[in-house]
């Protein structure tokens, strides 16, 4: 149809649509000095106006005050959290400090490995507000955060120092940061690690400034479950920007396919297969696949298959439906892509022989917006 009829079919002026062409809201083909738009191109803009239309349902208000969890609840409120992570895995990290400060008391300071591979400080809470920014000030500029942890990156094991020697302290302290000493000090602390992937990426250092009260083991086992969430977060936001990535790379490779074959099935399987080789050919292990509108499996790396328990030859030709334990989730999850709403689709799966898996989808479309197949780009959750 033309530009004339899609506004009549959308009930507005002319102009309003040829905005929405040039803004690249309205997927349109240029022909002569006009414009030509599908009935996908207009099916995929009216359900993208509907989503932007639809309020979310309302929920308990995030901002009432509540007063200082117990561990069991600071626990369960960072794995809820830790099922939200996607691209950035800090606000686990920054939550999990205040938990451990508003829990244990007094102070918590995480630092995490920098682009140089030396430790920075990220997050520092304690209990009192009026005593956190002099913590934060001395964790940032004291040598003593990063000792501890590369002690413990040398043991990769827990530090628990019950009762900290006072002239310890001052020797870890430049002079001019002694005058702190004078209102509280340093008596008790633990260091856990944070391992992500397979090295150390960071400590989770927990310090008690009032004498008298020894961290106990009971604390160690505490501050431990705090460090294995944050992890979790920090892996699972880094598999997501690695997984999106990847995606991006995908979805820009087969779509150089589009223009010479009709759907991805009239695609040759080598073609395919090199475009999937281009992709992984840095990162093998890289679980990625090629799907048609039916959801059969075109083509896939090694890597994808065993993420479902499967081999390369059992994976292809089936659909990913029969690959999951639960595939009416799967399916009405990714048809947002196919009722136009949504280009990407994030969700996780439960593989029916494997662990969980996050999935990446995107779908692939013709110049017209039509749909031509689909992209995953998968990886195991982080347990």
């Known amino acids: 149809m033309n530009l004339k009829t899609a506004a009549r079919r959308l009930g507005v002026h002319y102009q309003t649509a040829y905005r929405w062409v040039r803004s690249g809201q309205l997927v349109a083909v240029k022909v002569g000095a006009g414009y030509e738009i599908s009935d996908a191109a207009l099916a995929r803009f009216q359900a993208q106006q509907v989503a932007l239309q639809r309020v979310p349902e309302a929920g308990a208000n995030p901002n009432v005050a509540t007063a200082a969890p117990t561990r069991e609840q600071a626990l369960s409120a960072l794995d809820e959290m830790l099922a939200g992570v996607s691209l950035d895995g800090s606000p686990v990290v920054e939550r999990a400090v205040r938990l451990s400060a508003d829990v244990l008391g007094d102070g918590a300071i995480v630092s995490l490995r920098d682009d140089d591979g030396d430790f920075e400080v990220a997050h520092v809470a304690h209990m009192n507000p009026l005593v956190e920014p002099t913590v934060a000030g001395i964790a940032r500029d004291a040598p003593f955060t990063r000792k501890f942890a590369h002690m413990v990156v040398a043991t990769g094991r827990t530090l628990h120092v019950p009762q900290v020697p006072q002239r310890d302290v001052r020797r870890c302290l430049r002079p001019e940061l002694h005058e702190h000493l004078i209102d509280g ?22 310090l008690r400034d009032r004498p008298g009260y020894p961290y106990t083991t009971e604390d160690v086992e505490f501050v431990e479950a705090l460090a294995r969430r944050v992890s979790i977060a920090l892996r699972r936001s880094d598999s997501y920007r690695a997984a999106w990535a990847a995606r991006g790379r995908t979805v820009e490779a087969v779509a150089a396919l589009v223009h010479d074959f009709p759907s991805v099935g009239d695609a040759p399987r080598r073609a395919v297969d090199a475009a999937l080789d281009d992709i992984v050919v840095d990162e093998p292990d890289t679980p990625v696949a090629v799907l048609d509108l039916e959801l059969r499996h075109i083509a896939c790396t090694k890597a994808y298959a065993e993420m479902f328990g499967c ?43 494997a662990p969980g898996a996050v999935l990446h989808a995107a779908m692939v479309r ?10 995953i780009v998968g990886h195991a959750l982080p347990s």
């Not at 340093?186 to 992937?197: E, H, M, N, Q, T």
């Open 366 to 375: 013709r110049a017209d917006a039509s749909p031509w197949g689909v992209v």
């Open 185 to 206: 000090s340093l008596f008790s602390l633990i260091c856990v690690p944070i391992a992500s992937r397979e090295r150390v990426d960071g400590t989770f250092l927990v």
């Open 311 to 353: 081999d390369l030859t059992d994976t292809i030709g089936r659909s990913l439906t029969e690959l999951v334990a639960d595939p009416v989730h799967v399916r009405s999850a990714l048809q947002k892509l196919f009722i136009a709403e949504l280009d990407f689709r994030t969700l996780e799966a439960r593989p029916a022989d």
